[in-house]
């Protein structure tokens, strides 16, 4: 086995792995939890949308949810501040050129609800109001939801929803180049898509027996429906990952499907045994890594532990190889051939090749890591509201990143070619109403 020691050997190890091997692609992998329950049974149809046309608003509307200034650098060093609203998330488009902002101010009015479309030095382009769920297609175009509103008997405004969570209302098109959003045939589903990067998005919905389906929808064209959960794309576009879950109530997991895209085809099926909620392809689509959790043996009464096993699929030949971590946590890849794993408890960062092998270890900030999609750039942080800490692995150096306030909401975001990282934090405060979730942009 070879080692390396200190933090010069593991971030020289890792750049001179990017370098040599390129192309890394996010992956997520947290222990088992119990995720919320989904509706029980399906939805109705969405009303069939017909063709209009949005002319946004002024950029900073008064009293809109971004009364923030945009584009302004806050005290801490090489941050800039986007938007900021009761809450918020963001979207890099594919070529990380611009930002998608979805700003809320939950029980007030739908035009207090907004999407911003913003370049990554803050300048807002445009402010869309009474729109929800901005999706890229791809570099150029986007995809927002005009939801139905109603209000309550106190006055407050919510998104209408039906009985089996299905979403109402219908889905518009919009461009950098034009100012108007046009209504397109794509249906709401449960409000969930994914989308490739390359025009085409994968739409959820839940079926008649509250079973979990899934459509690709792209340049005006709607699949059929096919059974399980879109769980993740390949950096190409052009393989789609399904999870089939099993049972009923709040249980997301189970076995794992990939399909070819165009065509849906299947490519690859997990053993009927397999319980996941998620998955990732490699840099190149040709892998998938997907975990699987091994309780430890215990005396009764005991707190359960388990141990982390990396299953890699080569989907040329169908073969299944098991890599185990050396604690239970997270993992992504960073090039098609390693693996980074973090352990949850000790913030140990180890790199492994697919045999296994640590090729080194590390301390870090924490348990949590993702990754650009061009094997740049990694991102590790702690989740947890009280550790703000982020670490930058990028090249040859692996830095502290303070963020200017606690993570909240959606997780950090990083760019494809790991130029930028995106996060939603709130400021401390005593107040009884909070602070506002106010979106942050870092050039890395």
Known sequence: MTSYGGRAGFVALIAALVIACGGTAPSTSPPPTTPSEPPSSGPT??????????????SDPSGSPSAEPTGTPIPQEGWVQLAAASDASAVWAPDAAHILVELAEPGEAPERQQVQLIRR???VVRTYDELANPIWLDAQRFVVYRLEWVQ?????????TGPNGEVGGDALQGEL??????AIDMPLGSGVAYSNGHGSLAVERFGPNGERETAVWSEGSLT???NGSSVSWSAAGDRLALVHPQGSGPAQEGPLEVVAWPGLATVWESAPEVSVSVAEFDTTGTKLAFPEFVERPRVPRQVPEFDLIVNVVDLSTGTVSPVPAPENGDFAWITDDRLLTVGFQSLQASVLDLSGEILVQESVAGPNVIASADGQTALLYDAELDEPQMQILRGDELTLLESPGLITGQAPQMARDGTGVLVVVRAETSSPTGSPATVLLHNL
């Open 177 to 182: 180049a034009s100012d108007a959003l046009v």
């Open 224 to 226: 059929e429906w096919l």
């Open 121 to 123: 030095d803050g300048t």
């Open 152 to 160: 309550d008997s106190t006055g407050a405004w919510y998104a209408l």
């Open 45 to 58: 149809s969405a009303p069939a949308p017909t063709p209009t046309s949005s002319t946004p608003t002024s």
